[in-house]
């Protein structure tokens, strides 16, 4: 069964360090998401993309995240400088529908902690 | 902003008891709901998709049923099983896919 890769699994990094996560998607699959997912609490969208252009950033905090997908197939996410507050788990989901009617598959996520 | 809600947040049953999950959403606008199940520390694994014109939804020992115009789905899980202990979680799209902080269930053997 195809899935949605992710790496790392785990990453600890020092405060005002960068960090990097990558996902590859399902193959042939258009749309990308990255979420957040703090515990004890549901998954929160940072950036959308479609095919590799951004439809959705406006939960992203852009002066310390970015994210790239430059080939329209896998993609990057990095924080710099992080902070204690990013410690979190990273999704990435990929979807293939444009229309709106598909379901959405996760990866296994990226564990960040911030020390 | 489309809100979801997942009652209750925990809920610990006995083997053999059937599971009824609840999920409300503040927009009936939606295209699809989609329950989700997550293991401690692991990645979300997609249980049932319900289309915005369908009214439930089925797969084994799991149903889904979805009341749009109420903003209400439910999941209900037949004979639970110690290896069902999980957080379920609901998710709605309209424009962008949006979640329930979810249900965490225990089934005690």
């Known amino acids: 069964e195809a899935e949605v890769a992710q790496s790392p699994r785990y990453k600890i990094t020092e405060k005002s360090q960068a960090v990097a996560f990558w996902c590859d998607p399902i193959s042939g699959h258009a749309t990308l998401y990255w979420y957040r997912q703090i515990l004890g609490q549901g998954p929160e969208l940072l950036v959308q993309f479609q095919d590799e252009s951004v439809v959705d950033d406006s939960q992203l905090p852009k002066d310390r995240f970015s994210a790239e997908r430059l080939k329209g197939v896998d993609s990057t996410l990095k924080i710099q400088p992080a902070e204690l507050g990013d410690s979190a788990m990273y999704l990435c989901a990929s979807s293939l529908a444009r229309d709106r009617s598909g379901g959405y598959t996760f990866g296994s996520g990226t564990r960040l902690t911030v020390v | 902003k489309q809100e979801v809600t997942q009652i209750p947040a925990a809920l610990s049953v006995p083997e053999g008891e059937n599971l009824v999950l609840n999920c409300s959403f503040t927009?009936?606008?939606?295209?699809?709901l989609q329950w989700f199940r997550q293991d401690p520390g692991k990645g979300l694994t997609s249980l049932l998709l319900i289309q915005s014109s369908q009214r439930e939804q089925t797969s084994g020992r799991l149903n889904a049923s979805l009341d749009k115009s109420s903003g209400r789905s439910t999941l209900y899980i037949a004979a639970s099983q110690p290896g069902d202990s999980a957080t379920y979680l609901c998710a709605v799209f309209d424009y962008k896919l949006s979640f329930g902080a979810g249900t965490t269930v225990t089934v005690r053997a």
């Open positions: 927009d009936s606008a939606i295209y699809n």
